[in-house]
């Protein structure tokens, strides 16, 4: 059966920030400079093509763009500047625009302004929300104790709520991520105990990025793993030792060193990211969709306002810390409420799923028999030489 | 026969020849021979020093034959006649054995190879004292010139033609100049308007005091030989019709090309469905500014076919060479008319081999065409689409850089038909006494070293008629042919080859039986003295109508019976 082409994929594919993929002339050299490139996942020449040809569902059930890591080898290896690197980084835009079943994910990807007014309303809903009820029952010169402003008990209780709306929204993406990646193929039926056996590539590529390594260029997977710890040695204190670590003034050092640790990867792999945007250092940071800069201004501003409310409070200054604090989460809660679900962040999800789902319709793949191969007649007066 | 001073010169040729022939053997047993004053061998003697050698003997022992037992005449007896004439005997005392390539290289060495060079030695010896000193004749040459098509090559051939002095006859069927060509909109890579190259081709055409231009016309007929022909123009204006005879000493052949005929192709739907069109149908419509269906709508979808009667077993085996580009420029021209409109390219292969083409191929697919690439023999079939689906037309093709079977919209498709040879090809052929090889299209002499002249001396072909060519390549040709003519007509006359057939008036007996045979159209009769004569500007000396002729009466001069017998004879001893 034929599939009909979308023509217009290729103009939609636009604001995504795949550009020059309509230069493309299928030499193949991404697909074979690429060291993930491998049977039966083979890119990035095979997803242009789709692009091109705008075969729309075969894109949205591939894996492919998942299995790249943006090592940028393949943008300088071709001949015809068609940026292969960068479609696969826009591919992903794309599939995150599709997994989200809300179109929030569509809206912000497609217009940088309006992802922006949501985070802009975001920070004033939940900033007008704290100040108020701060106000209704502590005083704003008390970080912490009794009459706090802020008190950290409660703080951990809204943490938790939030990250359970997020997380529902989350593994309903993946799970649509699922369904259109393997799920409704009808070619492959994979075993449950395939699933079971491939599982542990979850937290494995989750934590170590040991593919990313593979990449000819090391630094950028050191940038990229510094970063990923960061973020999860931040997100677990909060998640878990928030209590523990808020009250002041005194510094637990046992816990606090993890948190310097963490500020300072955050720091150090934001600010690298930021220069190489700006100056365009690396093939990776040639090109900067609308959203690559916001996710980056609200990683530098939750970063800072993390430091100053810190230093403040351990300076005694409560009512000024107190202030910084209702900023920084004003930071923070658009950062992950949008970004998680919707935007940039949720790659920290369907990247580990996707290897895993790989594993998983690889075997599958191998699974199904093979087409009996036509026996060889031969006439027994050509081996009549016997 | 009076005793003749032979001198034999054997050649190692490096090693080509003296690995698997004892040539000091040659020598030895050709120094024994009747005749034989000296035998030499010597490592190349085509070098200068081998031929100083041959002249040196020639003078200071006064050699009157020389044999060169060498490589094939083909190859260097022009060197060695001039070698004689420096010396100052006949040039065609001259005989090549040839134990080169019909000897050295192709036997595997031993006794056996050195024998066969002895004998073809020996046969030369023989053979070379019967040799006359034959004398070389020129004839006038006409400096008018005759040219048939009045296309964009037929005229830059003209006007270079004209420009450099010589007087032209330009002869045109259809009522205007400018023939394919004109029926083009703009041209590629660079798209500029072939409107306005054409027309400021007629324009110097018609104004030129050099050229007439016989449009309506036809040449009747081309008679003579290169330097003297006489040629017939017929011309018809309304029921009026005329003819004249014009006096020209060459004639430049630019035909052209018709293009292929779309019906023929039945899974294009060419015929039944009204908006797959052709290429130059679209053409068409470009020039009238106006892109849309037959139904009088928008396209959104357009699609290109390529290789359509070309490339394939089935017409034309051969590439047209031009509708890659014309392809390109049709996206171009479709985003520039409709900028909303999507543009599919459906190739087999992507032949932008010149220049600014690939570039223009780049431009092509930045600017979003899809190019889609089908397998040669897989061709894609068109179908009528249903109201739902939104677009006229549905396009299945089974493509190669996504091995999948896809179906792709189309409100317009375009057709690119190939360049086929015109249907009068062969009578042009027989008019002017050219060959045409199996597609139609008129040979040259020599492919690469000789492109633009025949092997009937004195017509010359460009452009198209002889391939499908681009317009660059084709104007190129034209003045290649025209550059030919001017340097020959500028002596004023021509030599002719003093080999050619001769027929004894006394012992012909007019049975006409050469002047069918001969391949160069060489020999006429003369009605009046019933025999037959040789053109001898025209003989190639062939040989076909001497072995022929039941009277014995023609002599192939430096072929003659004496002279083959005394060959044979030396070869056999």
Redesign the interface.
Known sequence: MAIRVNPKLIDDLEVYGAQDVSKCYHCGNCSATCPFSKEPFIFPRRPMRFLQMGLEKKLESSLEPWLCYYCGECSDECPRDAEPGETMMSLRRWLTSRYDFTGISRLFYRSGKIELLAVVGAAILTGLGFVLWGMSHGSISNYDGPNAFLPAGSIHIFDWALAGVLLVLLLTNCARMWWFTVGRDESISPSLGSYVRSLYLLPLHFITQKRYAKCERKRPWGIHLGLMLSYLTMLILIMFFLPLFQPGPSIDWRLHVFGYLATAGLLGATIYALRGRLKKTEAQYKHSHETDWLFLALLMFVTFTGILQHFLHRGGLGAAANVTYVVHLMGVVPMLGLEVPFSKWSHLAYRPLAMYFAQVKAEAEARVPEAVPEPVVVSSRVTGVM | MEERKIGVYVCNCGTNIAKMVDCDGVCEHAAQQPGVVLAKSYKYMCSNPGQEMIIEDIKEQGLDRVVVAACSPRMHEPTFRKALQTAGISPYFLEMANIREQCSWVHDGGEAATEKARALTLGAIRRVQYHQPLERRSVNMCPNVLVIGGGFVGMTAALELADGGSQVYLVERQRNLGGNVARVDLTAPYLDSARDMVTALITRTMEHPNIFVFLNSEVGSLEGYVGNFRAVVDTVWGDQATSNEYEVGNVVVATGYKEFDASRVTHYGYGKLPNVITSFEFEKMLRAGRVETKEGKTPN?AAIIHCVGSRNREFHTYCSRVCCMTALKYAHELKSAVPSC?V?DLYVD?HAFGKGHEDF??RG????????MYAKGDHPVIRKAEPKDGCEMLI?VN?K??R??????ADLVILMVGMEARDDSDAVARLVNISRDKDGWFIESHPKLDPVATTTDGIYIAGACAAPKDIPDSVAQARAAAARILARTIRGTIDIDAVFAEVDEDKCCGCRICNGLCPYSAIEFNEEKKRSNVISALCKACGACVAACPSSAITARHFTDEQIFAQIEGVLA
Do not use: D, H
């Open positions: 979808y999507y599919s992507m191929y780049r697919s930045e600017a979003k065409t899809l190019f889609l299945e493509e850089l996504s999948e079977v896809i179906e792709i919209p």
